[in-house]
């Protein structure tokens, strides 16, 4: 069963009537790939709060089975489904 990770940083400026703040969140993606289906899981950590989703993308039998495909799929619906996404 193949399991691929990364990490991806960014970084979000909050501006409102405190002034200007930096704040950095980290996103962690778990992606997982077994017999044609793709699960993601995605946890936001924003410094206060880990936010949890997941997702997943599964292979048209008629279709190619391109990994990078599923793994794009899943990714983006395991963001999606953090809260307040």
């Known amino acids: ?14 501006c409102g009537g405190h002034g200007d703040t930096d704040k950095e969140w980290t996103v962690g993606l778990q992606l997982v790939e077994e ?35 599923g793994e794009e799929l899943a990714a983006g619906r395991a963001m999606r489904t953090c809260p307040g996404g």
């Open 35 to 69: 017999d044609g289906t793709t699960t993601a899981r995605a946890v936001l950590d924003t410094g206060t709060a880990t936010l949890t989703g997941r997702g997943a993308a599964h292979c048209n039998p008629q279709d190619v089975d391109i990994p990078q495909i």
């Open 1 to 14: 069963m193949p399991r691929r990770r990364c990490a991806v940083r960014a970084r979000v400026r909050r």
